[in-house]
């Protein structure tokens, strides 16, 4: 039992509040919150005044004496004279009381001063009142809404997105992920409503006082991190199933909508049985909702047992969506509930570790979703697509490592990064790979178990992974995960292996050097890896062993020690390093070497180099070209060999790399040249694939059904055979249905080439029926494919009006979407320009717009890092970049990058673009299409 020994009435209306002399950004290490309650009331009925109030009851443990609470609070009206604070189970004691409150802006700290010192031990009852504007800020708590078709009116429906720091707009609380504790949240709303929240409810009573309001209470949380908790009112529809174990599982969309849920409800309760038995642990919560949500600015967010995601991530229907997007679902939610368990019920200590977070989920929803559609072959693709990304972003000398001191809440933000999920899904599968199944299953079991309900830092999973591959010997005992891993996670970059060849001695020497793109940058001693290497040679051709053979090691003080590798084959074999691109290092080699294996490749044997390592000797031999370590001749022989592939990989990652050099060579005099060489690349493979005139269910293999989509993208861009006239006809069909939002003959792997083909050669006309189709249709999956292809015009003033349609607050396109359509324009044929005077004359009113999501720019500005490639366009951008610094303020770290790969663009283009195109000029001379 507890009493309330002050109430603070008893020091007039209102305390003095002043700007706190406190000013490190973390909060102080005095107290600790063990529980919340929280109510919170949500007025969702009149549009004229979307507003909650709220209390929260904050149970507070003294871990040091200390005279002030300081917690987080942001644009929260906190009543002053409600505050309350008791000393719990201290009855009979002389009372304690809030002298004064301050606030800190800059941290959002809100203080209250007490009137006498908190002593270590005790615990106190800190009671707060506040209220705040339900706004459409997509962070807090915030309103979305949705038209109600048969009625005729918009709906509206309030939800959470507290990640990493936003809890704080929703009620006073110690917001950061360190601070675990349990909640009891009761929401207040109309009875029409449901509400929904972490945890199952307790009970349902009316309101006292406000007609046909009800307050449900929920359970008490298990101990959790505040970023994790969410609520929402809302009149959607859901699907429930009962998995085995008894844990409910419910998947909810607005009642128009819940259709397109089938395929989510199926998958979700799949995945999560799949994790219970990978990880050994049991999913600790009674129940799981998962939420699509009309309005949301990140795809899909974890929070425990209330899953929330976009709609168009979460809903899938099969006769308007394609089969990629059938695998984003299944990706994305297998995302969410693998930090079930790593996040929610292990959370990082601080924001340094995110990627523990996100690494892992990235690394394991792979597992997931190949453990349930092994036909996708997820587990391949996505590893190697994560590898293709981070060769480039940590290839830039302003990327960062993946454990990173964080010092602001916009460092948080930038966080989310490709650091954090690509390269930290990377580096997780290295050492699935290095250690084998038995010995990461074992470390992983261990670390989730003994740091359960707590937090944790990457050192203490090296510890658990030590121990398990100490135990099982899938480690030499002078090994430790510590030194491997943190040559990995505390070093921006990766190396590249420069492997030389004795061919008479059968020998080869390894050295490392940190690889990148930058070239006026000097590579010298910019640092030492612990590499796993894994190797193979012709005659051996065993591609399948991922496990080292070797290490490359570095000294104590992180210098690079070269290693010599012995017993190699003789002049005539290759040898390739890296089996399966199981580690993420580049390898180039001695041009002896690299003779063999294009030979290889350009003979009937190609096949006999695993499709992984013809991905990653396109991928090195195009970027070693790009960075000057190799001629451009020598590469295009190599890629040359892709008349005779036929996998997705390889050519995924042929035009990943090529795509780079199409924005540039695009807005050059020698397109032509370089036109005709996509065109010879291309045309083999598209008409193998038959063009785009089969529909998908006509292809069994999903790679088939993306690798089509792909080809036929590069065909209609370049015009290649029929591509442009068959998408124009499929368009003109579906013009000509009677009722188009029923009837689509274009198949749906190319509907989204088709639409943006159609609307490349096609007229006014086109686009507005196309838009028409888009304020008509009710899959959000095809309302993303349309908007899309709407920038695809080659109309000055349709790409104008279409600028200034998507930052029309009150228009068609929500906020979440703009940030797709923009660098949509911006990357098309026509839309650079337009896109760059639009943004450069409207920084101010594109920044406001998307107020408080400042990280936002960072969306608008990077599609122009790929586009700029001259000097005088980077000067303008750095200019444009100096003068806006107040509207760019939270995004540094994007901004460093786009004008990085800005330079590296101009840098290109001084040092190889003649030669290149030299190389393809060259090249037209042999014909590449003769087999
Ligand atoms: N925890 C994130 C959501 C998030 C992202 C919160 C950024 C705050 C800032 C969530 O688990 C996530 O990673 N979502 C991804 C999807 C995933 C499949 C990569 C997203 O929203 O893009
Ligand atoms: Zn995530």
Redesign the pocket.
Known sequence: MKCVFLVLATLGLSLAREVSTYDHFRLPTALRPQKYDVRILTQLENPEDFRFNGTVKIQIEVLQNTRNITLHSKDLAINDTEIALSEVGGEGKPGNCIASTEVNPTHDFYILNTCKELLAGQVYELSLHFSAKLEDQLSGYYRSSYEDAVANETRWISVTQF??ASARLAFPCFDEPGYKASFAITLGYHQKYTGLSNMPVKETRPHESIPDYVWTAFEDSVPMSTYLVAYSVNDFSHKPTTLPNGTLFRTWARPNAIDQSDYAAQFGPKVLQYYEQLFGTKFPLPKVDQIAVPDFS?????NWGLVTYAEFTLLYSPEYSSIEAKKGTA??VA??LA?QWFGNLVTMKWWTDLWLN?GF??YVANLGVEDIHPEWRTLQLNSISDLLTIFRTDSLESSHPISRPIEMTSQI?ES?DDIS?QKGSSVIRMMHLFLGEETFRTGLKSYLERYAYKNAEQDNLWESLTQAAHKTGSLPTDYDIKTIMDSWTLQTGYPVINVTRNYTARTARLSQERYLLNTDISRAHKGCWWVPLSYTSQEEKDFNNTAPKEWMECTETGESVSKTIRDLPGPDQWVIFNNQLSAPYKVNYDAQNWKLLIATLNSEEYQSIHVVNRAQLIHDVLYFAWTGEQDYEIALQLISYLQRERQLLPWKTALDNLSFLSSILRQTPNNMFYKSFIRKLITPIYEHMNGINDTDSSIQQHDKVLLKGMVANWACTYEVSDCVSQAVSYFRNWRLEANPDELNPVPLGVRGIVYCTAIEHGSDEDWDFLWTRYQKANVATEKMTILDSLACSLEVWVQQRYLERIFDAKGDIRKQASLVVFPSIASAKVGFFLAKKYLMENVDSISKFYHPQSESMADILRPFSELIFTRRDYDEFKDFIANSKEHLKDIEQAISQSLETMLINVQWKERNYESFTLAIKNLAEINLVSE
């Open positions: 990640e990493p990140a795809g899909a967010m974890e990706n994305i995302h969410e930090h996100e989920a990235t933000s989310f999920y």
